[in-house]
């Protein structure tokens, strides 16, 4: 079975977004972003993420230019949508997966291939996440607090324990941290 990465920048207090829905916290810090998307390019082979975030993903790395943006560009992404009219070809390798998002990813992760990384947005995350399909969370956590705002972990049903695989610190005084579950 392929693994689902959940891939995302992350405050201290442990919000994915802040309270207006933004990334105003994250701190720029190339270090981090070389490390971290270099190794993520290497594992993942396919991109899954939610209606609400495709738009302004597809436009952003459309204009985008270097090693990352090729990488996202050319790898097969699934937009989870219960809109099986929804058009996302105006990003290349870009399909739809309509209808239950839970379910679309649970057969992405029965076919072949390499890990799958889900980018967002918040409520897809979150969805993934209380359905049990996420193997692995790799969080640039930076030195932020915002004390609300989105959290992929909201009114999860159980505890989950996971595992440290792996955490470095950056000169921002970001941390890319992998856990496992």
């Not at 594992?43 to 990488?71: C, H, N, Q, T």
């Not at 399909?95 to 076919?111: F, I």
């Not at 989105?150 to 159980?158: A, I, V």
Request: aromatic share 10%.
């Amino acid at each position: 079975m392929r693994p689902l990465i959940v891939f995302c920048t992350v405050t201290v207090d442990g919000f994915m977004a802040g309270p207006d829905n933004d990334l105003e916290f994250a701190i720029d810090d190339p270090e981090l972003e070389q490390a971290l998307n270099g190794e993520l390019m290497q594992v993942a082979d396919a991109i899954v993420v939610g209606r609400k975030s495709f738009p302004e993903m597809a436009a952003y790395w459309m204009a985008a230019e270097g090693e990352l943006a090729d990488w996202m560009n050319s790898t097969p992404k699934f937009v989870l949508t219960s809109d099986d009219e929804y058009d996302v070809g105006e990003w290349g390798n870009a399909s739809t997966a309509a209808g239950d998002g839970v379910e679309q990813v649970r057969g992405l992760k029965e076919g072949d291939g390499k890990s799958i990384v889900v980018f967002g947005g918040v409520e897809t995350v979150r969805a993934l996440v209380a359905a049990g399909l996420v193997d692995e969370y790799w969080f640039k956590v930076h030195p932020v607090v915002v004390g609300r705002g989105r959290s992929m972990f909201f009114d999860l049903p159980e505890r989950t324990t996971l595992a440290l695989r792996s955490v470095r610190s950056f000169p921002s005084g970001s941390l890319g941290v992998v856990y496992t579950v």
